[in-house]
């Protein structure tokens, strides 16, 4: 519950029409790539202000961005890297497990109490499947009695990626879990299809093969995830 929800819960008969949402309380501002990232800012007593990159972690993150409605972080950004906001530094040494639905429920130093410049303005790359465009079913090209040789093209791409690689999902009825293989990419050879090979197959079994793309930005190490294309 949200620091504004536990002061009107006493005097509210509805207090959820009381309570701003989640999505008015924090915002992602001078995203450089797209609107799932920038520099992530909050809203306190009316005034907009930033967060301190002490201690702050994916976890930290991963609150913000799902309470922007996103389904998870990708990644957090430290040190001003989306810009050097203004006004306040509303939140310090913020400590969120990464289970709490508001980043007022996870433990910081109070509200305004720092020892932070706004260049350590704190930011986040939050997951969306609106990026990055579904790829086609892979084909078929080649087989053996253990391995399957697949090909498949390369969606439309977000611009200023640094990398790409594309994630092989693969089983059977049978599977408990899927086995995985994953391709790198190029960005500098333009190719437009990419292959590979499944090895180590059971004969005459059926297998159910999906392919996804996967991006990364600069600052980093995290790669955003598209969605599975349909089956082979």
């Known amino acids: 519950m949200s ?11 509805a207090v959820n029409l009381c309570c701003l949402h989640a999505q008015e309380d924090v915002r992602l501002v001078n995203g450089t790539f797209g ?36 389904s998870d972080a990708v990644c957090s950004i430290p040190r001003a890297r989306f810009g050097e906001g203004a006004g306040p530094i509303w939140m310090d040494n913020l400590r969120c497990s990464g289970r709490e639905t508001s980043l007022e429920d996870c433990p910081f130093n109070g509200w305004g109490i720092n020892s932070c410049n706004h260049n350590e303005d704190a930011g986040a790359i939050c997951a969306t499947d609106d990026i990055l465009e579904t790829p086609e079913p892979p084909m078929l090209v080649g087989s053996t009695t253990s391995s399957l040789s697949l090909q ?45 090979t499944i090895r180590r197959l059971v004969r005459d079994t059926e297998y159910t093969v999906q392919v996804r793309a996967e991006v990364r930005y600069p600052f980093c190490f995290s790669y955003l995830p598209g969605n599975y294309s349909e089956s082979l």
């Open 3 to 13: 620091w504004k929800c536990r002061l009107l819960a006493a005097v509210c008969l």
């Open 35 to 70: 609107p799932h990232m920038g520099r992530v800012e909050v809203l306190y007593n009316g005034t907009w202000g930033t967060i301190c990159d002490d201690f702050w972690s994916f976890s930290d993150a991963r609150v913000a961005c799902r309470m922007m409605g996103f």
């Open 152 to 196: 498949w093209k390369v969606p439309p791409l977000p611009d200023n990626i640094t990398a790409l690689r594309f994630r092989v999902q693969y089983e059977t009825d049978e599977s408990i879990f899927p086995r995985i293989a994953i391709v790198t990419a190029s960005l500098n050879d333009n190719r437009t299809t990419y292959n590979t």
